[in-house]
């Protein structure tokens, strides 16, 4: 139990030991492995205070499958913690515009400064790119998708930009 006691209080993937682009089923994989181990331990002969604990530990994994699990419901977390790649792995697990596009209200309601603080790094990103300057736009991209990474526009310029890098031929 002391790996999950030790990340406790940390964000799920970290809780989980994923990263944070980890895929559906990996983050499926993983909260049934913790599970299996940590109901395992109730056969032993524990502490009204360590049974306690695993209960708590218990149902944080849970939560954590539950909300790492559900495309939505992962999304928003993912944008509260500035994790656009998470995001991604929504997106491509089959998150609708529709749905992002509702999210991101629901994000900006929440943290409405997070639209202008994106906003300043799209425009960096947009001047990089008319230079030319792929990689500083991608950084700046980046920079405001930490942000605000359920804008769609600023996810699509990320996504155009990281595809032309990669097509470049190496010096």
Same mark, same amino acid.
């Given at each position: 139990?002391?790996?999950?006691?030790?990340?406790?209080?940390?964000?799920?993937?970290?809780?989980?030991?994923?990263?944070?682009?980890? @895929?559906?089923?990996? /983050?499926?994989?993983? /909260?049934?492995?913790?599970?299996?181990?940590?109901?395992?331990?109730?056969?032993?002969?524990?502490?009204?205070?360590?049974?306690?604990?695993?209960?708590?530990?218990?149902?944080? &994994?849970?939560?954590? @499958?539950?909300?790492? *699990? #559900?495309?939505?419901?992962?999304?928003?977390?993912?944008?509260?913690? @500035?994790?656009?790649? *998470? /995001?991604?792995?929504?997106?491509?697990?089959?998150?609708? &515009?529709?749905? =992002?596009?509702? =999210?991101?209200?629901?994000?900006?309601?929440?943290?409405?400064?997070?639209?202008?603080?994106?906003? /300043?790094?799209?425009?960096? *990103? #947009?001047?990089?790119?008319?230079? @030319?300057?792929?990689?500083?736009?991608?950084?700046?991209?980046?920079? *405001? !998708?930490?942000?605000? %990474?359920?804008? !769609?526009?600023? =996810?699509?310029?990320?996504?155009?930009?990281?595809?032309?890098?990669?097509?470049? %031929?190496? %010096?």
């Amino acid at each position: 139990m002391a790996p999950y006691l030790s990340h406790l209080q940390q964000d799920y993937y970290t809780f989980l030991s994923l990263s944070q682009d980890a @895929g559906f089923d990996a /983050v499926r994989g993983r /909260v049934r492995a913790a599970l299996s181990e940590l109901e395992g331990l109730r056969a032993r002969q524990l502490s009204s205070a360590q049974r306690a604990l695993l209960d708590s530990v218990l149902t944080r &994994v849970r939560d954590a @499958g539950e909300t790492l *699990g #559900n495309l939505t419901r992962r999304a928003l977390y993912d944008a509260g913690l @500035g994790n656009f790649r *998470g /995001v991604e792995c929504c997106l491509a697990a089959g998150l609708t &515009v529709t749905q =992002l596009e509702t =999210l991101h209200r629901e994000f900006l309601t929440r943290k409405p400064s997070a639209a202008g603080a994106a906003r /300043v790094h799209i425009l960096t *990103g #947009n001047a990089y790119e008319r230079d @030319g300057q792929l990689a500083k736009a991608l950084d700046a991209y980046e920079r *405001g !998708l930490a942000a605000d %990474p359920l804008d !769609l526009q600023l =996810l699509q310029r990320y996504r155009t930009v990281r595809r032309a890098l990669a097509q470049r %031929p190496f %010096p």
